[in-house]
């Protein structure tokens, strides 16, 4: 199963408010993420937020079409309730008021993964 982390450029000092905002987050409505034909074409597995200083990084384990778990993360309203909260908390404003912005926003945030390992991807004994 695939990860993709993705970066906030945040104002630092304000890991408590950040952390109450993550604390009340509405969960996606499914983690199966679906094509206009209704089509599974992802699922989001887990999701994990750290923050040190003026950084804070999403990580997301996912299967599938990364992009379509963008577009479903866009129209979810937990995630766009997050996504408006933490505008007064970041260094450098992210425009994701709209499907095609937070798509946009994601793809720029994303970091290179270097290594992925995970005990699923062993042989089994």
Same mark, same amino acid.
């Given at each position: 199963?695939?990860?993709?982390? #993705? ?10 408010? #950040?952390?109450? #905002? ?19 074409? &992802?699922?989001?597995?887990?999701? &994990? ?10 990580? #997301? $384990? ?7 778990? &963008? ?9 766009? $309730? ?32 270097? &290594? ?10």
């Amino acid at each position: 199963m695939p990860f993709a982390a #993705i970066t906030y450029d945040i104002k630092a000092g304000h890991e408590k408010e #950040i952390s109450e #905002i993550f604390g009340n987050f509405r969960r996606v409505s499914s983690p199966v993420v679906r094509d206009g034909a209704g089509g599974e074409t &992802a699922r989001i597995l887990s999701t &994990a937020v750290f923050i040190r200083d003026a950084t804070m990084v999403r990580v #997301i $384990e996912y299967e599938g079409d990364l992009d379509a778990v &963008a577009r479903h993360m866009a129209t979810q309203p937990g995630v766009r $309730e997050v996504e408006e909260k933490l505008a007064p908390y970041l260094s450098r404003p992210r425009t994701t008021d709209t499907v095609e912005g937070f798509v946009a926003t994601f793809r720029r945030s994303l970091l290179t993964c270097m &290594a992925q390992m995970s005990v699923r991807d062993l042989p089994a004994s």
